[in-house]
């Protein structure tokens, strides 16, 4: 399967499922598809790491298959597993009829086995993108499964044998970079780093998904949450939550983003009563 044709290609039909991809990235998801290589996403939280693997999805009409990260993440969650209790059940009700070696046989089989989303993606033969969402928050033992999965996208299985990709899934990594990765995965990657988009772009997008947002309003949401994100905040606004707070103004038929205006709103993109704080102590707003 060809994913892509070209940056450009990646660039208009992103754009088409409301995803705006700048260069950079219209270029290393493009290499992702025609190298047959992982896409390392890596950048502060809420800048469209995800979102990017889902437009991918949807403007190929490939089915997406995500393993979520987290700190305890094992084999079993992460590539396959056993059904003991279906297999317990066989054994009892085969006792007694056959050898041990023919009930073995007999239990680990495609029927007993639990596939978890990496074994999923690399068996499906249709078109698959493989998102492995926050891998920074795994533990390190983990990589080393990811390493074996993403060199080869083959998978061994004492029982059954090796499982070798049919068609090798487009895969993207993100990562908040709250822990270094390893220079072996990230050789095994291409690198695209994503961050706040600058004034001009995050206007587009915001407008982009709600189309019935004021040119002045989405310029003063958008100086407004650029203030905010300068600030040392727990958590500055993502692009989502700009686009949230563009609805909400929408919804509350707010014309002019005064002082009240983002008082009375700024739960909808500050999720901190400290960062509410501060916010309302750096900015001088006035109630």
Same mark, same amino acid.
């Not at 993403?150 to 487009?170: K, Y």
């Not at 780093?193 to 040119?215: C, F, M, N, T």
């Given at each position: 399967?060809?994913?892509?044709? !070209? ?60 393993l979520q990260c987290y700190e305890g993440l094992d084999e079993a969650r992460a590539l396959y597993e056993w059904n003991y209790k279906k297999q317990l ?93 390893s220079e072996a995965l990230k050789r095994r990657c291409l690198y695209l780093h994503l961050d706040y988009p600058d004034a001009e772009r995050e206007r ?68 901190? !009563? ?14």
């Amino acid at each position: 399967m060809t994913w892509f044709a !070209s940056p450009t290609d990646v660039v208009e039909r992103l754009t088409a499922t409301g995803y705006l991809a700048d260069a950079a990235t219209a270029t290393t998801t493009f290499l992702a598809g025609a190298l047959e290589k992982p896409m390392l996403v890596e950048g502060p939280a809420g800048v469209g790491k995800t979102e990017l693997a889902k437009a991918i999805s949807r403007a190929t009409g490939a089915e997406l298959v995500r393993l979520q990260c987290y700190e305890g993440l094992d084999e079993a969650r992460a590539l396959y597993e056993w059904n003991y209790k279906k297999q317990l059940l066989r054994i009892q009700a085969s006792s007694g009829d056959q050898e041990w070696s023919a009930t073995h046989d007999d239990i680990f089989t495609d029927e007993f086995l639990l596939t978890r989303p990496l074994l999923t993606a690399i068996r499906r033969e249709e078109p698959t993108v493989l998102l492995i969402d926050e891998v920074d928050k795994t533990d390190v033992e983990v990589e080393g499964l990811l390493l074996e999965v993403l060199s080869d996208f083959q998978v061994t299985i004492p029982e059954l044998g090796t499982v070798e990709a049919v068609r090798r899934p487009l895969v993207v990594l993100t990562s908040n970079a709250s822990r270094e990765l390893s220079e072996a995965l990230k050789r095994r990657c291409l690198y695209l780093h994503l961050d706040y988009p600058d004034a001009e772009r995050e206007r587009e997008i915001v407008s982009s998904q709600v189309p019935g947002l004021e040119d002045k309003v989405a310029e003063q949401l958008v100086a407004t949450v650029g203030r905010l994100r300068e600030l040392e905040l727990k958590k500055a606004p993502s692009i989502a939550e700009s686009v949230d707070w563009a609805r909400t103004l929408i919804a509350l038929e707010i014309r002019d983003l005064d002082d009240k205006a983002v008082n009375d709103t700024l739960g909808v993109v500050l999720k901190h !009563s400290s960062d509410h704080d501060r916010a309302i102590r750096e900015l001088r707003l006035r109630k």
